[in-house]
């Protein structure tokens, strides 16, 4: 027990390459589901061709025709669901790029020019910073109206600031750069260093902070849709499935716990494949 | 309720040499660090100004669809809105630094003590929650350091791993069907004395237990690594005593400051658990103003929740300062 602190541990290598195949797996499974949701169920989720609160179909009563059963309203709750992960995700997906592009272009920018607007700049992403997420988004989005657009330019709102730190860093690191230097010694302009030699390196940096960003924002993004702020019903989300479920929990519990499983799966997924990208690139630069 | 990232414990800084001029400078990093935290308050209410603008035109909520020019005219004569930008945004940061916010269009009292009145539910419960936290995630923590690569840590890692994919609200879904409807033990709704704060709290400090628990368990791995507890070893003092009084006790501090930080955030996760389980705080009281129109009050719950975390942050900092020498002697150092 004495020597436990020099235990052997599982080459760093092995493991990031195990983690980036088994999450890159269930993330793919899920893409896949995604892109056969729209193709075998298409308008299936807002139709009601069945009873209501059929059970699911290895229990009596069940069919093969319903998977999981149907919902309060008969609606297929399998179909739902895919549905419901495809939002997720491409919600999630568009919120994190305009999160990362705005968050690069404004860190990057405050690190190589510095002086009064990089403090400006940085202390406005400390102000975001300390706003709650979800407040940010319900006074946002309760005075906008819920609609997709409202709902993605909340969601960057409230995670350019991870980008716009992390690149500032790299931006500040990178400028004293010898090879940045001997660019600047052999005369070439600052919007050269800055797209052939800076904005590159932060890249790789920006990519492990959105795939480690991505789960966060999907279940923020839950959670309004939970709370009615997000996308409106008929349209099937994970987290108003899992607010449908919990009017009806005394009886049908299961309706609340499939879509959570499914967010469950989903984020475990993301996040092996991001800590997999992030151990592959730090392997990889040393 | 979102997963917190987990930022690198924050590391103490090389120790320095102990100067004498490290005094002098501390006290000048004290009070650098006070006015960053003014600073950043300061464009909390601006951004807080700004989005409420960009949102929506106020006139547009309060009146109903079919109002007339003339309504319109007044209302936004009243609201100030004819009035240029820079001069309500003057008005705006005057009113709140005066903690005039004007009343509650839902209630009718100031908006103000009524914010203040409910946020002690929602401390309430974020305390709990975070004790629950702490004294669950550190012992947690520190064995699965202890009993690294065993099986036990080998499972507990599958076991956070799902468990960082677990929406809180969800959780609460869960713990709702599972404890009060199936087994009765505790109360759904409402704020009944003790044991309804069970459900609530429970639900809210899953995300600070897991982000305890593998902070604890990185900075106790670390530590047992170093040479003072290899020293403390070979000097034949039993494991047990190495692990707490060396190995946890070095390591203790980034974990309870961090520890700070994440109370801040909790108020972010209060708010879905407290609309679950009708606990009457801010949370509760954020989504009825939004979906009521009452803007002025989730203002003011924003405002007051950020001056929560920006002074739970700053608290954190000069904590720090006051319990590790090696960051004072740093501070001290730094210009």
Same mark, same amino acid.
Do not use: C
């Given at each position: 027990?004495?020597?436990?602190?020099?235990?052997?541990?599982?080459?760093?290598?092995?493991?990031?390459?195990?983690?980036?195949?088994?999450?890159?797996?269930?993330? #793919?499974?899920?893409?896949?589901?995604?892109?056969?949701?729209?193709?075998?169920?298409?308008?299936?989720?807002?139709?009601?061709?069945?009873?209501?609160? &059929?059970?699911?179909?290895?229990?009596?009563?069940?069919?093969?025709?319903?998977?999981?059963? $149907?919902?309060?309203?008969?609606?297929?709750?399998?179909?739902?669901?895919?549905?419901?992960?495809?939002?997720?995700?491409?919600?999630?997906?568009?919120?994190?790029?305009?999160?990362?592009?705005?968050?690069?272009?404004?860190?990057?920018?405050?690190?190589?020019?510095? #002086?009064?607007?990089?403090?400006?700049?940085?202390?406005?992403?400390?102000?975001?910073?300390?706003?709650?997420?979800?407040?940010?988004?319900?006074?946002?989005?309760?005075?906008?109206?819920?609609?997709?657009?409202?709902?993605?330019?909340?969601?960057?709102?409230?995670?350019?600031?991870?980008?716009?730190?992390?690149?500032?860093?790299?931006?500040?690191?990178?400028?004293?750069?010898?090879?940045?230097?001997?660019?600047?010694?052999?005369?070439?302009?600052?919007?050269?260093?800055?797209?052939?030699?800076?904005?590159?390196?932060?890249?790789?940096?920006?990519?492990?902070?959105?795939?480690?960003?991505?789960?966060?924002?999907? &279940?923020?993004?839950?959670?309004?849709?939970?709370?009615?702020?997000? &996308?409106?019903?008929? $349209?099937?989300?994970?987290?108003?499935?899992?607010?449908?479920?919990?009017?009806?929990?005394?009886?049908?519990?299961?309706?609340?716990?499939?879509?959570?499983?499914?967010?469950?799966?989903?984020?475990? #997924?993301?996040?092996?494949?991001?800590?997999?990208?992030?151990?592959?690139?730090?392997?990889?630069?040393? | 309720?979102?997963?917190?990232?987990?930022?690198?414990? +924050?590391?103490?800084?090389? @120790?320095?040499?102990?100067? +004498?001029?490290?005094?002098?400078?501390?006290?000048?990093?004290?009070?650098?660090?006070?006015?960053?935290?003014?600073?950043?308050?300061?464009?909390?209410? *601006?951004?807080?100004?700004?989005?409420?603008?960009?949102?929506?035109?106020?006139?547009?909520?309060?009146? +109903?669809?079919?109002?007339? !020019?003339?309504?319109?005219?007044?209302?936004?004569?009243?609201?100030?809105?004819?009035?240029?930008?820079?001069?309500?945004?003057?008005?705006?940061?005057?009113? *709140?630094?005066?903690?005039?916010?004007?009343?509650?269009?839902?209630?009718?009292?100031?908006?103000?003590?009524?914010?203040?009145?409910?946020?002690?539910?929602?401390?309430?419960?974020?305390?709990?929650?975070?004790?629950?936290?702490?004294?669950?995630?550190?012992?947690?923590?520190?064995?699965?350091?202890?009993?690294?690569?065993?099986?036990?840590?080998?499972?507990?890692?599958?076991?956070?791993?799902?468990?960082?994919?677990?929406?809180?609200?969800?959780?609460?879904? %869960?713990?709702?069907?599972?404890?009060?409807?199936?087994?009765?033990?505790?109360?759904?709704?409402?704020?009944?004395?003790? @044991? /309804? %704060?069970?459900?609530?709290?429970?639900?809210?400090?899953?995300?600070?237990?897991?982000?305890?628990?593998?902070?604890?368990?990185?900075?106790?791995?670390?530590?047992? !690594?170093?040479?003072?507890?290899?020293?403390?070893? /070979?000097?034949?003092?039993?494991?047990?005593?190495?692990?707490?009084?060396?190995?946890?006790?070095?390591?203790?501090?980034?974990?309870?400051?961090?520890?700070?930080?994440?109370?801040?955030?909790?108020? @972010?996760?209060?708010?879905? *658990?407290?609309?679950?389980?009708?606990?009457?705080?801010?949370?509760?009281?954020?989504?009825?103003?939004?979906?009521?129109?009452?803007?002025?009050?989730?203002?003011?719950?924003?405002?007051? /929740?950020?001056?929560?975390?920006?002074?739970?942050?700053?608290?954190?900092?000069? !904590?720090?300062?006051?319990?590790? +020498?090696?960051?004072?002697? !740093?501070?001290?150092?730094?210009?």
């Amino acid at each position: 027990m004495t020597d436990t602190a020099v235990a052997l541990v599982t080459p760093p290598a092995r493991r990031a390459s195990r983690e980036l195949w088994a999450g890159g797996a269930i993330v #793919g499974v899920f893409i896949a589901l995604a892109v056969a949701a729209s193709w075998f169920h298409n308008g299936a989720y807002v139709a009601q061709p069945a009873s209501a609160y &059929l059970p699911p179909a290895w229990s009596a009563g069940g069919s093969v025709a319903h998977l999981l059963g $149907t919902d309060a309203l008969g609606r297929d709750v399998a179909a739902r669901m895919l549905f419901g992960i495809r939002e997720s995700v491409e919600i999630a997906a568009a919120s994190v790029l305009v999160a990362g592009a705005v968050g690069v272009i404004i860190g990057v920018s405050a690190g190589f020019l510095g #002086g009064w607007l990089d403090d400006v700049v940085m202390r406005v992403a400390d102000g975001f910073l300390a706003i709650p997420v979800v407040l940010l988004a319900i006074g946002f989005i309760g005075a906008a109206g819920p609609s997709l657009a409202a709902l993605i330019i909340v969601l960057a709102g409230t995670q350019w600031m991870l980008f716009a730190r992390v690149a500032r860093g790299e931006t500040l690191v990178l400028r004293e750069q010898q090879f940045v230097t001997a660019q600047r010694a052999l005369g070439a302009r600052p919007r050269r260093i800055l797209f052939r030699h800076i904005v590159p390196h932060v890249l790789p940096s920006a990519l492990v902070v959105a795939t480690l960003n991505v789960p966060t924002v999907i &279940l923020l993004e839950a959670g309004l849709d939970f709370l009615g702020l997000g &996308l409106q019903p008929p $349209t099937p989300t994970l987290g108003g499935m899992i607010s449908d479920g919990l009017t009806s929990i005394t009886r049908y519990p299961l309706l609340a716990v499939y879509p959570g499983v499914a967010l469950m799966i989903l984020v475990v #997924g993301i996040n092996m494949l991001g800590d997999g990208i992030k151990a592959f690139l730090s392997e990889r630069t040393g | 309720m979102a997963a917190v990232p987990i930022t690198e414990v +924050p590391a103490a800084a090389p @120790s320095g040499r102990r100067q +004498p001029a490290a005094r002098h400078g501390v006290g000048q990093y004290f009070a650098r660090r006070i006015l960053q935290a003014i600073i950043i308050l300061f464009l909390v209410v *601006t951004i807080v100004f700004g989005l409420s603008h960009m949102a929506a035109n106020p006139v547009d909520i309060l009146l +109903p669809p079919g109002a007339t !020019a003339q309504q319109r005219a007044v209302e936004t004569q009243l609201l100030g809105l004819n009035k240029p930008l820079a001069e309500q945004y003057l008005i705006f940061l005057k009113n *709140t630094v005066t903690g005039h916010f004007g009343d509650s269009t839902l209630f009718h009292v100031p908006i103000l003590p009524l914010v203040l009145s409910r946020s002690l539910a929602t401390l309430r419960l974020a305390v709990a929650a975070m004790l629950i936290a702490v004294l669950l995630g550190v012992p947690i923590g520190v064995l699965l350091a202890v009993r690294a690569d065993s099986w036990l840590d080998r499972i507990a890692g599958v076991v956070i791993g799902l468990a960082q994919g677990v929406a809180s609200f969800w959780l609460a879904v %869960i713990l709702v069907f599972l404890f009060a409807v199936r087994l009765h033990m505790f109360p759904v709704l409402g704020d009944a004395g003790f @044991s /309804s %704060i069970v459900l609530p709290a429970a639900s809210l400090a899953l995300v600070p237990l897991v982000a305890i628990i593998r902070l604890t368990k990185s900075a106790v791995f670390a530590a047992l !690594a170093t040479d003072y507890v290899k020293a403390a070893r /070979s000097r034949g003092i039993p494991w047990r005593v190495v692990v707490i009084r060396h190995a946890l006790r070095n390591s203790i501090i980034p974990v309870l400051t961090y520890g700070g930080m994440l109370l801040g955030q909790l108020i @972010s996760g209060a708010v879905i *658990t407290e609309q679950i389980f009708a606990w009457p705080g801010i949370g509760q009281l954020s989504i009825f103003a939004i979906q009521n129109g009452d803007y002025g009050v989730v203002e003011v719950i924003t405002m007051f /929740s950020a001056t929560v975390i920006i002074v739970l942050n700053l608290l954190v900092d000069l !904590a720090y300062l006051a319990l590790d +020498p090696r960051v004072r002697d !740093a501070a001290g150092e730094r210009r």
